[in-house]
């Protein structure tokens, strides 16, 4: 994926996925995901799979659509998502954190101008629920609120985060639950086929995601389901 994640997902297709390279054009810019074991040399990840991967075996990563690095509108973002389902890249990864729900929310406007049996895989995450701002010091503890990915922070990453929201720190059972309800609310319902645990790389997340009541717990909940 587009960040260094630290807990492996739901989804059937569970290889390890290392960034291939960039194709751009004016249109669009689609970040294309090779498949097979990803290992690191020096700073570099590299592909070790022999074959050059098909349309089929790619991901469009979706955090560039919620501007990661450089703002993106709407209109560029709608071309890239047309761009790659036109050249059969169907699967998308992307996650609440990316824009503040921007990410899934551009998928989800550009799903509902596609064709019903045009089948489109979508990826996401869970351990952060978002939020309004003016929820804050009310129904929301502001100690739970990540202020580093808010618009305007200096850390801030996504130059198309909403203004108006903040992401709240959540890896419980009912968090992630309520998550992904939230994910399908923005990204359309039977669409996402499967999650993660996201930024789950420190001490305290894994060991808050592998509690009783943690988000591991709440991704097996979804599954029996058949979410």
């Not at 751009?24 to 995901?33: D, F, I, K, L, R």
């Not at 019903?116 to 701002?133: A, C, F, P, Y």
């Not at 929201?165 to 990204?187: C, H, K, Q, W």
Request: proline share 3%.
């Amino acid at each position: 994926g587009e960040e260094d994640e630290g807990a492996s997902g739901t989804g059937t297709k569970g290889i390890a996925w290392g960034i291939a390279g960039i194709a751009a054009t004016s249109a669009a810019m689609v970040a294309v995901v090779c498949l097979g074991r990803r290992r690191r040399q020096g700073s570099e990840l590299e592909c070790a799979a022999g074959a050059m991967p098909e349309q089929g075996d790619l991901i469009l990563g979706g955090a560039a659509l919620a501007g990661m690095f450089r703002s993106m509108g709407e209109e560029e973002a709608m071309e890239i998502l047309e761009r790659a389902t036109d050249l059969g890249i169907t699967d998308i990864d992307t996650a609440p954190h990316y824009g503040l729900g921007i990410s899934e929310e551009r998928i989800g406007k550009f799903l509902k101008t596609i064709p019903q049996e045009m089948k489109v895989n979508v990826w996401t995450k869970v351990g952060r629920l978002i939020r309004e701002k003016d929820e804050v010091g009310r129904s929301v503890d502001p100690a739970t609120v990540q202020w580093d990915n808010v618009a305007g922070a200096s850390d801030c990453i996504f130059k198309e985060c909403h203004p108006g929201r903040v992401p709240v720190l959540d890896y419980t059972s009912s968090g992630a639950v309520t998550s992904f309800g939230e994910s399908e609310e923005r990204i359309g319902r039977g669409r996402i086929v499967g999650l993660r645990v996201h930024d789950c790389e420190s001490k305290e997340t894994m060991d808050r995601s592998l509690a009783a009541d943690g988000a591991l717990f709440g991704l097996l909940a979804l599954k029996r389901l058949n979410k």
